[in-house]
Each structure stands twice: as C-alpha cells, then as structure tokens.
C-alpha cells in the first residue's frame, strides 16, 4: 500500500517530469527547457546545456534582424526543439534525408543536433533559413507566394554561397518557381532550384532597393494578388518585372563555351 507521503512524492516527480516536456512530445524523449521573450528551446538529453544557449543566443539575434529587415514579428512564441540524433530528427519531421538541417513546419523549428549542424558548417544558415520562414509564414498565409517566401529566405540565409551556377536554366515566369519547388525536393536538383530563389531576391534587391524588396511581405493582406503588390510597392507591371527577371536567371545561368 502506498503511504500519503510517498504518494505526494511520486505526484511532485510527474509534476516537474510533466515540466521538461513541450506539448505535443512523447514523454519518453525527455527535453530540457530554455525560455525568452520569443522562444522555447526545448532540448533532448544528448545535447548540452551550453548548445542549447547557443542556439538560443543566435535564435535572439535573428529576430532581431528579421524584425529589422522585415518590419514583422511573430504573433506567439515560436516552439524550438533540438533532437540528440539526427534519425530522431528524421523521424519527427517525416524527412527522409539528412541534407536539410533544421526545418519549420506547423509552428514548431526542429534542429538536428548543434554537434552535427557545427560539423557540417550548417548551423547558421540551416538555422536563419528556417526563422526567415517562420518569421513569413502570415504573409504566405494572406496570398504571398511560396516562390517568393523561399527567395527572400535563401537570400537572407547565405546558403547559395559557393554554389555552383545551374547551367541553361529556362525560365519565364515566377510560377515556373512554385512548380521547380515541388518537383525537385532534394539535392543536388534542390541546390539549383535555391540557387534560382536567392538570384531572384538578388534581382528585385538590385533592381527596386532592398527597402522595397524587403517591404513587398508585409503587403500581402489576404485580399490583394501578387500582381498587384508588386506594382503598389515596386511601381511596375508585374509582367514588367517578370520579364526582367527571366533575363537577369538567364544571364546568370548561361552556358559558355
């Protein structure tokens, strides 16, 4: 028979065991909590009480920076969580490859472990990449395009840096963006396609000022299509800028013998 006292002991112990973990994971993956004004960083056992940190501090700087370039902020405190083992990370967010290092999906920002992140020399722009999403998801969620969310998040990330150039690309209108997205989900096919989103931004940032290129994602309201925001923020006909941007791609991307 178990005694009162013992009885409020095991209580207290599921009470602060309940504590470690975020809504939504299996008690048995245990996490530890960091907590800000903007985030919870939940980490597993396998990860260190000092990665976490470091997660958290670079998390903080790209808020504000986001904030700053963006003009936007997020609506609630975005849900982090950091697993011990890459298969871990896997099998949360139904990857099924490694090559992406962190990923945000339905409100949550899960990361590989910081070891792996460090070692592969991916922590900053897997990490700045995923917030650059998050920080757009309302303006994809008012009408923004996913062309346009994936370009500014690839520009802002740096992670084109070092790429090769895809050769002949032929592309003509910023649909043909949605429909690469979804057809090439992996390397190296997926290297290209964020190759091409990040030289989009570049165009629009050196064509219209980064002001403006930067201002066009808190335009979208839910009622206003595409076309129209551009021409409000940049001054020109969409199919004006469409047609610039395909020569600026194909510029880039040309074949030379």
Same mark, same amino acid.
């Given at each position: 028979?178990?005694?009162?006292?013992?009885?409020?002991?095991?209580?207290?112990?599921?009470?602060?065991?309940?504590?470690?973990?975020?809504?939504?994971?299996?008690?048995?993956?245990?996490?530890?909590?960091?907590?800000?004004?903007?985030?919870?960083?939940?980490?597993?056992?396998?990860?260190?009480?000092?990665?976490?940190?470091?997660?958290?501090?670079?998390?903080?700087?790209?808020?504000?920076?986001?904030?700053?370039?963006?003009?936007?902020?997020?609506?609630?405190?975005?849900?982090?969580?950091?697993?011990?083992?890459?298969?871990?990370?896997?099998?949360?967010?139904?990857?099924?490859?490694?090559?992406?290092?962190?990923?945000?999906?339905?409100?949550?920002?899960?990361?590989?472990?910081?070891?792996?992140?460090?070692?592969?020399?991916?922590?900053?722009?897997?990490?700045?990449?995923?917030?650059?999403?998050?920080?757009? %998801?309302?303006? +994809?969620?008012? #009408?923004?395009? =996913?062309?346009?969310?994936?370009? &500014?998040?690839?520009? *802002? @990330?740096?992670?084109?840096?070092?790429?090769?150039?895809?050769?002949?690309?032929?592309?003509?209108?910023?649909?043909?963006?949605?429909?690469?997205?979804?057809?090439?989900?992996?390397?190296?096919?997926?290297?290209?396609?964020?190759?091409?989103?990040?030289?989009?931004?570049?165009?629009?940032?050196?064509?219209?000022?980064?002001?403006?290129?930067?201002?066009?994602?808190? %335009?979208?309201? +839910?009622?206003? #299509?595409?076309? =129209?925001?551009?021409?409000?923020? &940049?001054?020109?006909? *969409? @199919?004006?800028?469409?047609?610039?941007?395909?020569?600026?791609?194909?510029?880039?991307?040309?074949?030379?013998?």
């Amino acid at each position: 028979m178990i005694t009162m006292t013992r009885a409020r002991t095991m209580a207290l112990a599921g009470l602060l065991l309940a504590a470690c973990v975020p809504s939504g994971v299996p008690a048995q993956d245990l996490f530890s909590t960091l907590s800000s004004a903007h985030f919870d960083v939940h980490y597993q056992r396998g990860v260190t009480p000092e990665e976490a940190r470091k997660v958290m501090e670079y998390l903080q700087s790209q808020y504000k920076s986001l904030e700053t370039d963006l003009g936007l902020q997020l609506k609630t405190k975005l849900d982090v969580r950091i697993y011990e083992s890459v298969g871990k990370f896997l099998s949360e967010t139904t990857l099924k490859r490694p090559w992406r290092g962190a990923l945000y999906q339905r409100g949550v920002l899960h990361l590989q472990p910081v070891s792996a992140l460090l070692q592969r020399k991916m922590f900053d722009k897997s990490i700045g990449y995923e917030m650059a999403i998050a920080f757009l %998801e309302e303006s +994809g969620q008012k #009408g923004c395009p =996913r062309w346009l969310l994936e370009s &500014f998040a690839s520009y *802002y @990330s740096g992670e084109t840096a070092g790429m090769t150039p895809p050769l002949g690309a032929r592309l003509t209108a910023f649909s043909d963006l949605n429909q690469d997205i979804q057809e090439y989900p992996n390397p190296p096919q997926r290297d290209d396609v964020h190759y091409i989103l990040a030289s989009t931004m570049t165009f629009l940032v050196q064509s219209y000022g980064e002001k403006k290129a930067f201002r066009v994602y808190r %335009e979208f309201d +839910g009622a206003t #299509g595409v076309d =129209r925001v551009f021409k409000k923020v &940049f001054g020109d006909e *969409y @199919s004006t800028i469409e047609k610039g941007w395909a020569k600026y791609i194909a510029s880039r991307t040309a074949s030379f013998k």
